[in-house]
């Protein structure tokens, strides 16, 4: 965030940076409410305009800035899932949350008290994963809001309430109707040791082009979802079961022969990056449980891979 003036924030204004130093923790909080980057980045430089739309007396009113600034990324966010549950009805072939790379190890720096039963929480690290945040499509945006903010943020109920605009009871009910519904659709997952050994033998059995081997390592139940949003080439629905699903990639491989799979973290976990030239053209997320894949998510729409450039 830089001022008018061209000046170092901290040196134009001694507050500045405080509130600039907010940015990491608004962007993580509304990615996870949202579902995608460029528009958690939109999200949060709405937030500031409007921190700044404040005239001086207004801001120096405010007890504390961080609060006032997530209660607004929340709203704004609130509002946006509501809107885009329209656009996505429109959006061409499956919609899958923008692929994060690397570990996105974005805090809101809760306190430990405001935790009500620690037993029901996910961690910042299990919120970021390409499982959960398709799981979390699912939700009202009034359920989704409630819990991200409560179960992954640690907000308390009263604070979620007033970012919600419902009574802290209805929030609870909110957020433990949410909680059911992802623990309904949710396995166990297996460590991220085995993950990765999956991963990797399943990136050998794919370049390979080996069917058998692909068929072996896919749950009985796997399905694999492709996201091209009309702008490249992409399955438009999605293909279950190993032999369809294994039939498909191999389909891929040799359609692609020119192009390169790298190992990858993606969204926190073991994936696939495929490149050409250079440049990334596809990502691959992957959710496994005991020994086998479940789910394989390949976004190739290019607006949601901007963030992959030069990885």
Known sequence: MSDPTGQAPDRFDPGLRAIVSERRQLMGLAYRLVGSLSEAEDVVQETYTRWYALSPAQRDAIDSPGAWLTTVASRICLDLLGSARARRERYVGEWIPEPVPGRAEWT????????DDPADRVTLDESINMAFLVVLESLTPAERVAFILHDVFRYPFAEVAEIVGRTPVACRQLASSARRRIRAAQTSPAPVTQQADLVKEFKKAWEAKDITALIGLLDPDVKAV???????????????????????????????????????????????????????????????????????????????LRPWTGE
Do not use: M
Not at 108 to 115: E, K, L, T, Y
Not at 226 to 253: C, R
Not at 283 to 292: E, G, H, I, S
């Open 226 to 304: 492709g996201d091209g949003g009309g702008l490249v080439s992409a399955a438009l629905h999605p293909f279950e079961g190993p032999e369809q699903v294994a039939s498909y990639l191999i389909e891929v491989a040799r359609k692609t022969s020119d192009l390169a799979l790298v190992e990858r973290t993606v969204n926190g976990r073991p994936g696939l990056v495929l490149r050409q030239d250079e440049l990334t053209v596809a990502v691959f997320a992957f959710d496994v449980a005991d020994d086998r894949i479940r789910r394989i998510w390949g976004v190739r729409n290019p607006e949601k």
């Open 108 to 115: 809101i720096g809760r306190p430990p008290s405001a935790v």
